[in-house]
């Protein structure tokens, strides 16, 4: 089961709201009454202390009082401009170890509602080559990141390891043979390419002697056909079909931490690298 950080941030909110508020509009006028009955009385002899505990609030008051606007500021920054992703898996290398922890810029596909994921304002779409973040549209409990390569609309076809889009081959530069270290050395020996996707230039691998996922597919309008880099070793497009736009959680833009479990340690050669 995945934890959802999103709806445990709001959840949290509205706890720490409520009682915030709730004291804010029954008890803390309570507290101030009393205090200033004390202090009619005659503030010295009934004591500055005895005064001030009476106006203290509650513990769970001061901590909620103390965390809202921390978990306000979070969430704010998850939902609408930044939030950081793990990943998981080789199917986007060479562009993606796993491993690697990466910022995801969810201002660029639009500003949604967190939790019920709903866009309230739009302000872009993914363009072609965009390595996107997207909810599994099998299992929208789970992120997936890949490759956008298909706009709505699209003709797209994979045949013999080389990607047509609406019957123009995307040319690839051979670069060699790939060397892996670390969590990628299985991948040592497969083809390491330059792919040339309308405009966006970016490295794939493939396997020669693995064929996988051939065919044909036309993109629906508002969904997406996406890849992954890693051509022979990816969940994609080619096996469950387009992305749902309302499925898209944002792009992304950075490498911010890098951690090898093979080697156990930080690559630190790969920490600040943009994303293309």
Do not use: C
Request: charged share 25%.
């Amino acid at each position: 089961m995945n934890f959802d950080f999103q709806a445990a941030m709001v959840l949290a909110l509205s706890v720490t709201g409520v009682i915030w508020l709730i004291d804010i509009v029954m008890f803390k006028p309570r507290r101030e009454r009393a205090a200033a009955a004390l202090e009619a009385q005659g503030g010295e002899q009934a004591g500055a202390e005895k005064i001030a505990e009476v106006r203290k609030p509650h513990i769970l008051v001061e901590y909620s009082r103390s965390f809202f606007p921390i978990i306000l500021v979070v969430l704010a920054l998850r939902s609408f401009l930044f939030e950081p992703f793990r990943i998981p898996s080789g199917s986007m290398m060479p562009t993606l170890l796993s491993g690697d922890f990466i910022l995801v810029n969810k201002f660029d596909y639009g500003i949604r509602l967190p939790v019920l994921d709903t866009k309230i304002i739009n302000v872009g779409e993914p363009k072609r080559g965009d390595i996107t973040v997207f909810r599994y549209p099998e299992d929208p409990s789970v992120d997936y990141i890949k490759r956008i390569v298909g706009l709505p609309g699209d003709h797209i076809r994979y045949e013999d390891k080389i990607l047509y889009i609406n019957g123009e081959r995307m040319d690839q530069q051979y670069l060699g043979e790939y060397v892996g270290v670390g969590a990628a050395l299985g991948m040592t020996g497969a083809s390491l390419r330059l792919e040339h996707l309308d405009g966006v230039d970016h490295q794939i691998l493939v396997q020669n002697r693995r064929r996988i996922a051939e065919g044909e597919y036309v993109v629906p309008e508002g969904f997406y056909f996406a890849m992954g880099d890693n051509r022979d070793n990816s969940n994609d497009s080619r096996f469950w079909g387009p992305v749902p736009e309302k499925n898209l959680v944002g792009k992304a833009v950075m490498i911010w931490m890098s951690w090898d479990s093979a080697k156990g340690g930080v690559t630190w050669s790969r920490i600040g690298t943009r994303l293309d």
